[in-house]
């Protein structure tokens, strides 16, 4: 298996979408059709958010968007906020590649930070970052605001 990873393009837009909604669905976190496509253009853009496809066979079968962002203690870090790969593709380096190639982005831009998070109970996800980065112990807690 041949995985090729590349910039989003314009065609990717119908499979993105397909997988933009698994990750979203997957973390109970489903969005109006407004919200798919205001988020394909932010990326189409490539302004403040970056996605990249994984591709095997031509057919995208992985996901990940990321974005860089100052902090306290450096100019820039890079989060990788979402990354997600089809179902049928899982297990076989589609994730650990847009790990790797995002960590390349972020290493070649001179951050100092690369980091993201999942869910405790991500156990698939965790499998391979247990593999490919350092468990750190932070726990996340969101402050409710008004919609």
């Not at 990750?23 to 489903?30: E, V």
């Not at 390349?104 to 951050?111: E, N, P």
């Not at 690369?114 to 391979?128: G, I, S």
Request: with cysteine.
């Amino acid at each position: 298996m041949t995985i090729t990873v590349l910039p989003l393009r314009k065609e990717d837009r119908p499979r993105w979408d397909v997988l933009a909604r698994g990750y979203k669905t997957f973390y109970n976190t489903p969005l109006p059709a407004a919200a798919y496509d205001a988020t394909w253009q932010r990326l189409m853009t490539g302004h403040d958010v970056f996605g990249l496809g994984a591709h095997v066979d031509g057919k995208l079968v992985g996901i990940a968007h990321y974005m860089f962002h100052t902090s306290a203690w450096s100019a820039d870090a890079c989060y990788l906020q979402d990354l997600f790969v089809d179902d049928a593709a899982r297990g076989h380096g589609v994730g650990r590649a847009l790990i790797e190639h995002v960590g390349k982005i972020a290493q070649a831009r001179g951050c100092p930070r690369y980091y993201w998070l999942t869910q405790d109970n991500n156990v698939t996800a965790r499998t391979l970052y247990d593999k490919v980065a350092q468990y750190k112990g932070f726990i996340r807690y969101d402050y409710p605001l008004a919609p």
